[in-house]
């Protein structure tokens, strides 16, 4: 039964040592935070061998981090973890094995010879190469996970690779696979085949199975429980298939995910009508990512693209941002089509972006503030001089400007902005792209990772603004964001637009449901 | 199962002019620091040698600053370093991390001949500026096929500008044998060069013009990384090309402008050795000064008034060991292995320093 290591520190939810279960994962009580933010609040789950476990959440909910604790990657603050009754470093660490979203595996290299990476010291004998490749095919035949033991990987699609890194787990003795966002990059042909493996794995070979997922229909197809995690806690935990199987919809499992409180507040415009069409993306494609996706934000607006990241709101921030060459469809900013082949060309239409990914577009973490918030600007004057001179006052003087109407914390200009909270870093970039009060603002994840204040402190902005005309697009992944924000909700699923919500209050399980690519539940 | 981890520490922000300070020891503590273990290297080599560290030490102090002929030996030595290490800056700061100094200063050094030798130019004040622009083009030329690898295939520079070097090392072999071949020599080496094509130089000394050209490219560097366009967008290609791209800035035209830049300076090294020191193309002109003048702006740390400071140790360091090898019997080349450990030092307490942060 369980293990006696350090149980007197372990804090359960009833604050009762029970008996441990002896068979499956369970994970009792787990606390995690960083810093000041907590991330996982008293967390306990079972899962049971033979068992498709689905965990469902927000981005941000803290299903990264329970499987990086799960893995042993990562220590948990307090609680504790057996499997099959043993401790993580006692053994059962070994049975457990997590299939990332980003294959591990070498792609120069044969199926067999990543089975036996890290598995060898030295050279690898072909004997053992041999027995290696034999077992391998043995095993795709018992699972039905079909796999050619001596192909390249690198000629391998991400449906087969996903099957490889399967193999390998079992072959290396796992009984419990971690898999992350398991479809996130497969064809929807891929899809199904990969769920129904996932199913007979479970019932023929009793592994137990956590399938980390945003999509509610493969949460329906393939799971017999699916716990649900928001804001750090197991907020809901149903039976879907076998005993005591209760009957889930889709929308119940939408309103676990995003909960029904409002956070903050609803922010929605005066009771203005909104003015002309200031930004229309018409018919707007990128091959494989984006289609034909057709929207309008009017000035005094704003339009929020929802949906679970990875839906092609990448794509959609790119071609915003003038990032995106292979696009096709118009962008039409004040009733003219303009060129969205440079960021240049959509900063002088008027259009600011603020990038989803704040230090890899948006500020350099090695430079000063100052020098951050010349970046758009130092080729226009006053910054710019004559003779290709650039003027320090004038940087000097912009960035004083800019920290002192967004408050930014920090103590001379020349703070390096790697040293800044992610809040302040935020107002930095909001900062320069605001400076230019730009008709058009196209808002991408403005608030993750920040904690309340900072977003508070971001959605205030975005509504002044709004005020002030400016035509926002608020591209998220955050309901209660959208929800309070947003005059307009367009949802975005494998990069279309499948629904539309007209007005507020916003119906959040229809919206979840639409998020999670049912259709037929949008208004 | 448990673990606790301790609260995170928070540690106070510090006023600014402490951390400036403390950039500022770094800046200068670095390679003070690099030179005392790069001496003391050199000192035991030399008892190992069998000398005496101070009279050793004490000859190459007066083989470079001993008097006017020494001084000026240090200064003409001190140019071609100062002109490629500003260069090798230049690029740094755009993230071009290129090696091709020696090929820039080869091919600088062959034009400059051809120039000469060919162009019945006669005076001094036409011959100047048309070697001075052709050589820098050369060297731009070179360095640009780099900068153009890089930018619009995506090449490694290093790689590239390595193979450049070769290339335009053939090419100088060429050179001396066949079109630029002095008909009355045995050696390959070129024809001397005419009288009124030789740098100026101060009477009675052997400082030429080509010194000045080194010291004015040294402010000029300097302002044109502090305060123009070209510098700043340098600093942000270099530090983040993503960030660049995604804010307008054309990551491509930046590289390959600061690839130009760098070339131009080699090629007027190369240039400049040639008319003021040299007098005649030979295969000893590539001589791995390129080299020598990456391990001056490290030593530098990029900073172009650093890189004065850097040339005229390394170049002193070269003059003294010589004087010590005719003096006292010691190797040359143990100048060779203080400049080793000096860069070895400097890049040693420069990850110690980051660590640190």
Known sequence: ?523 | MTATLSPPVTTPPEPPTASRIRSLTTTIGVPLLAVAVGLAAGGILIVLAGGNPGQAYATMLDAALGGDTQLGRLLTGMTPLVLMGLGYAIAYRTGFITIGAQGHYDVGAITATAVVLSMPLGTSWIAIPIVAVTAAAAGACIGGISGVLKARLGVNEIISSLMLNYLVFYTLAWAVRKPLANPNGFTPESERIPDWAALATIPGTRIHIGVFVAIAAVPLVWWLMRSTRFGFASQIVGESPSVAEANGISVARTVVTSALISGALGGIAGAIMLLGSEFRLSLAISSGIGFTAIVVALLGRRNPFGIVLAAALVSGLTLGSQAVQRTQEIPASIGTVVQAVMILTVLLANRIVERAR
Not at chain 1, 131 to 143: G, K, P, S
Not at chain 1, 146 to 173: F, K, M, Y
Not at chain 1, 385 to 392: A, C, K, P, V
């Open chain 1, 1 to 523: 039964m369980v293990t006696a290591t350090s149980t007197a520190s372990i804090t359960t939810a009833a604050g009762v040592a029970e008996s441990v279960p002896a068979e499956g994962v369970v994970m009792r009580g787990i606390h995690r935070s960083f810093g000041e933010n907590t991330v996982l609040r008293d967390v306990s789950l079972h899962v049971r061998p033979g068992e498709v476990y689905a965990l469902l959440g927000e981005n941000g909910a803290g299903k990264s981090t329970l499987m990086r604790i799960l893995t042993g990657l990562l220590p948990p603050d307090s609680g504790s973890i057996a499997v099959e009754g043993k401790s993580l470093a006692d053994g059962g660490r070994e049975r457990i094995a997590m299939v990332h979203q980003h294959f591990m595996l070498v792609p120069s290299m044969t199926v067999a010879e990543n089975f036996l990476l890290g598995r060898s010291r030295g050279v690898i004998g072909r004997k053992r190469l041999r027995r290696t490749e034999a077992e391998i095919a043995a095993l795709a035949e018992d699972t039905g996970l079909a796999c050619d033991p001596t192909a390249r990987v690198e000629n391998l699609s991400v449906g087969e690779q996903q099957r490889v890194e399967i193999l390998r787990a079992l072959h290396l003795g796992a009984g419990y696979l971690l898999l992350d966002e398991p479809t996130a990059n497969l064809a929807p042909a891929e899809v199904h085949s990969l769920l129904a493996q996932v199913r007979r794995l479970a019932a023929e070979r009793a592994v137990g199975i956590v399938l980390i997922t945003h999509h509610l229909e493969e949460v329906l197809e393939v799971a017999d429980r699916v716990g649900v995690l928001r804001g750090g806690r197991l907020v809901a935990e149903r039976p879907i298939r076998g005993d005591g199987a209760e009957s889930v919809t889709t929308a119940e499992l939408a309103r676990d995910m995003v909960g029904r409180e409002v956070g903050l507040g609803i922010r929605r415009a005066a009771t203005e009508p909104a003015g002309n069409r200031m930004l229309e993306l018409v018919g707007v494609s990128v091959p494989g990512q984006l289609h034909d996706v057709t929207l309008r934000v009017a000035s005094g607006q704003l339009v929020a693209v929802a949906g679970v990241e990875g839906n092609g709101q990448s794509a959609l921030e790119d071609v915003l941002s003038g990032l995106s060459p292979d696009s096709t469809g118009a962008v039409v900013v004040a009733e003219r089509e303009i060129d969205a082949s440079s960021p240049r060309a959509m900063r002088e239409a008027g259009v600011g972006i603020v990038p989803a990914d704040r230090y890899t577009r948006g500020l350099i973490k090695s430079l000063g503030i100052d020098t951050n918030l010349a970046i758009d600007s130092y080729t226009d004057p006053p910054l710019a001089r004559r003779w290709g001179r650039l003027s320090r006052a004038a940087v000097r003087e912009r960035a004083e400007r800019i920290i002192a109407a967004l408050s930014v914390k920090a103590q001379s200009p020349r703070t390096l902005a790697g040293t800044l909270s992610g809040g302040h870093a935020q107002r930095v970039v909001l900062g320069r792209v605001l400076d230019g009060e730009p008709d058009v603002l196209v808002v991408a994840q403005p608030t993750r990772g920040l904690d309340i204040g900072a977003t508070e402190f971001v959605w205030d902005t975005l509504v002044d603004h709004r005020s002030r005309g400016a035509a926002i697009l608020l591209i998220s992944s955050d309901l209660d964001e959208i929800c309070s924000l947003a005059d307009r909700i367009v949802v975005l699923y494998r990069g279309r637009i499948v629904a539309e919500f007209d007005e507020g209050p916003f119906d959040r399980e229809s919206l979840g449901s639409a998020m999670g690519g049912f259709q037929e539940a949008a208004a």
